[in-house]
């Protein structure tokens, strides 16, 4: 062989072999399968539960029902300020469970009944917002995501405009399901319907769903608990509807249509699929959810019986599963449960922390431990 077609060989074997590489390079850049890892952890020296939190800008804040107190603490697990609030009174605050850390450290909170609050960068009170009416809630979705900003108006969850009722059975077909708010003349506006491809627009009974919503950019993201949709909406666009997301969970029970209005089933006869948490980010949205249990296992291991909740856990998986941008989805992704609630995610190319379920583990502690997680492309 003459060293000119040594050389062509050499330059075809080369091509063939950057090509090759390119192809999986660009099939890992564009895999769909992912698995969590846990990065670290990091102390909290508290002793309590949590019962709401956010994380921004290396900052976490949490909030304690029995004290009624907010604590906040940076990436190493330091404490940086805490503030418990009285019921009544100046700067009183009614149980903060919703919670929204904003870029310049201030934090929005909302009572689980939809009483808004913006507390300074140390937790101290600054002031109570107060709409032009009163809310006709009575637990506002808990721990539920449904408090957020756009346009330095703030969006929330907030039923009562001319006395509408959210125990209503066709609440949500009925009636705008947001209000956004101007915090300086404390007026707000309506916003926000529930689409066509949602069952809650039909005529039919179905179970009462919490609501719960995300902003990014301009988008809002709003989905109810026991449907895997998510709705998508433009603000900057009049709120317009623009598209349902359906992340197609392989288990996702149901207990169907009902005969009757204000019929409950789910935590009575089975346990209903639920979005716990979900978070929207430019690379796709990350829902965490649980699959349900059965009306045969619920009967068998009397699952109803409120000391029996703990057991809930043995017969249904949590998993995260990753929408992507172009509405293909992820692998399921178990999570095991010693990893609780997930305090935010921003980005999947960003760890993220996650509050460690020391009960389930079965150690008691006297500090709090924060996973950090990272989800991983295979």
């Known amino acids: 062989m003459n060293y000119k077609s040594f050389l062509k060989l050499f330059l075809i074997f080369s091509i063939l072999s950057c090509s090759s590489k390119e192809k999986k390079e660009t099939q890992a850049i564009n895999s769909n399968e992912w698995e969590l890892e846990i990065l670290d952890s990091i102390k909290v020296d508290y002793l309590g539960t949590v019962d709401g939190g956010d994380f921004n800008n290396g900052t976490g804040v949490i909030f304690n029902f029995k004290e009624n107190k907010l604590i906040k603490f940076d990436e190493k697990g330091k404490i940086l300020s805490e503030q418990s609030y009285p019921f009544e009174g100046p700067g009183k605050i009614y149980y903060p469970t919703q919670i929204k850390i904003l870029d310049n450290g201030e934090v929005l909170a909302s009572s689980f009944i939809g009483w808004l609050y913006k507390m300074n960068s ?18 506002g979705g808990g721990l539920l995501k449904n408090l957020d900003i756009w346009n330095e108006k703030i969006i929330t969850y907030y039923p009562g405009r001319d006395g509408a009722n959210p125990y209503d059975p066709h609440f949500i077909r009925d009636h705008f399901l947001l209000e956004k708010i101007d915090p300086l003349t404390e007026t707000s506006e309506p916003i926000i319907r529930i689409p066509n491809t949602s069952r809650y627009s039909s005529d039919k009974f179905y179970e009462r769903p919490f609501i719960q919503f995300v902003v990014l950019q301009n988008n809002l993201y709003l989905t109810l608990e026991n449907e895997p949709l998510i709705h998508v909406y433009d603000l900057s666009k009049n709120n317009e509807y623009l598209h349902t997301f359906n992340f197609e969970p392989t288990k996702f029970l149901d207990n169907g249509e009902h005969s009757k209005a204000y019929e409950y089933i789910n935590f009575r006869k089975m346990r209903d699929g639920n979005i716990q948490q979900f978070f929207p980010t430019k690379e796709g949205i990350v829902v965490f959810y649980t699959e349900g249990i059965s ?3 619920y009967a068998q291991y009397e699952l109803k019986k409120p000391e029996n909740f703990p057991q809930h856990k043995d017969h249904q998986r949590q998993i995260i599963k990753v929408i992507n941008p172009d509405s293909t989805l992820s692998n399921e992704i178990d999570v095991p449960y010693s990893i609780g609630r997930i305090l935010n995610i921003k980005s999947l190319s960003e760890p993220f922390y996650a ?19 990272q989800l991983v492309q295979k």
């Open 295 to 297: 009306e045969d296992i």
């Open 122 to 139: 140390d937790l101290s009170f600054e002031k109570e917002i107060k709409l032009e009416f009163p809310t006709e809630a009575k637990d």
């Open 355 to 373: 509050l460690r379920n020391d009960e389930y583990i079965g150690e008691e502690q006297d500090y709090l431990t924060f996973y950090k997680l």
